[in-house]
């Protein structure tokens, strides 16, 4: 069974950056795919950005550019850069690891991100 933990997460101003962490454990912990995904309270879960089990990456249009995914194999951890944060980028983030039909199953309990103007 796949454990995932964010961090990361904090209050900064419009322009700043963050670096969130999500460390897997279980089998298969450092080659895992994960996505992070975000939500604001009474809105749906959206996605942000996606690392694939070899590396391919994905990123959400209101990212790109902003937004790098990457990986460390040698702790399991998936991290998830971001620069130029906007207000509009505040919300909860969690990562989630995807089943074989792609509907991500495994959460963490997520790391909030507030951008202030």
């Known amino acids: 069974q796949v454990q995932l933990e964010e961090s990361g997460g904090g209050l900064v101003q419009a322009g700043a950056s963050l670096k969130l962490s999500c460390k897997a454990s279980g089998l298969g912990a450092s080659r895992l795919a994960i996505g992070w995904l975000r939500q604001i309270p009474g809105k749906d879960r959206e996605f942000v950005a996606y690392?694939?089990?070899?590396?391919?990456?994905t990123y959400a249009d209101s990212v790109k550019g902003r937004a790098t995914i990457s990986r460390d194999v040698a702790t399991s951890t998936v991290f998830l850069q971001m620069e130029s944060l906007k207000p509009e980028d505040t919300a909860r983030y969690y990562c989630?690891?995807?089943?074989?039909?792609?509907?991500?199953?495994?959460w963490g309990q997520g790391t909030q991100v507030t951008v202030s103007p």
């Open positions: 989630a690891t995807p089943d074989s039909s792609g509907r991500y199953t495994s």
């Open positions: 690392i694939a089990w070899n590396d391919d990456r």
